[in-house]
T-cell receptor, first 113, second 116 residues
Framework: KNQVEQSPQSLIILEGKNCTLQCNYTVSPFSNLRWYKQDTGRGPVSLTIMTFSENTKSNGRYTATLDADTKQSSLHITASQLSDSASYICVVSQRSNDYKLSFGAGTTVTVRA | NAGVTQTPKFQVLKTGQSMTLQCAQDMNHEYMSWYRQDPGMGLRLIHYSVGAGITDQGEVPNGYNVSRSTTEDFPLRLLSAAPSQTSVYFC???????????????FGPGTRLTVT
């Protein structure tokens, strides 16, 4: 069964600090990996999409990395802001059917002033 | 563009009642899908459609029906609500990047359903 595991389940950081979220997956054959941000009471919003050949991708203060060999990805948040408080979801798709996505349970990030 | 819209935002049903969750998109996306999100779990695919007139089952289709008569609309019907269907439901639509073939999904704001 294709699985996506995220860690930690939740974390609290002080405003201005950095943090890194982890994602391990078993989805095969791999097509692409996405990171979504989900604010409380809202739908997920895409941050990055990385294909097999991409190792790093940035979107403002968010930087995602991908190691397709070890099937691991990370999302690094730099200089956190209060608006970064949200759930961050790792999503992986299979090459055979890109429409069917495997979702992680998410990491809840709380940024405190 | 309104993007992906969902109605209602909140709904409370009694066991055995039926209802339809509405989803519409104005981006001319071919692909639309329904997910449910439960605490501590990732989003799970209920049903999806790759175009008008075409639907297929996802991971957890039991108790739900869908139809796709137009490109814009993709309603989700609960046939006989059960407490296990208490969840947050998200509709999503996709277009295709022309170069990589990667499908970017856009999610609606969600419908929070409680079945008592």
């Amino acid at each position: 069964k294709n699985q996506v595991e995220q860690s930690p389940q939740s974390l609290i950081i002080l405003e201005g600090k950095n943090c890194t979220l982890q994602c391990n997956y078993t989805v095969s054959p791999f097509s692409n990996l996405r990171w979504y941000k989900q604010d409380t009471g809202r739908g997920p919003v895409s941050l990055t999409i990385m294909t097999f050949s991409e190792n790093t991708k940035s979107n403002g203060r968010y930087t995602a990395t991908l190691d397709a060999d070890t099937k691991q990805s990370s999302l690094h948040i730099t200089a956190s802001q209060l608006s970064d408080s949200a759930s961050y979801i790792c999503v992986v798709s299979q090459r055979s059917n890109d429409y069917k996505l495997s979702f992680g349970a998410g990491t809840t990030v709380t940024v405190r002033a | 563009n309104a993007g992906v819209t969902q109605t209602p935002k909140f709904q409370v049903l009694k066991t055995g009642q039926s209802m339809t969750l509405q989803c519409a998109q104005d981006m001319n996306h071919e692909y639309m899908s329904w997910y449910r999100q439960d605490p501590g779990m990732g989003l799970r695919l209920i049903h999806y459609s790759v175009g008008a007139g075409i639907t297929d089952q996802g991971e957890v289709p039991n108790g739900y029906n869908v139809s796709r008569s137009t490109t814009e609309d993709f309603p989700l019907r609960l046939l006989s609500a059960a407490p296990s269907q208490t969840s947050v439901y998200f509709c999503a639509s996709s277009y295709k990047y022309s170069i990589t073939g990667t499908y970017e999904q856009y999610f609606g704001p969600g419908t929070r359903l409680t079945v008592t």
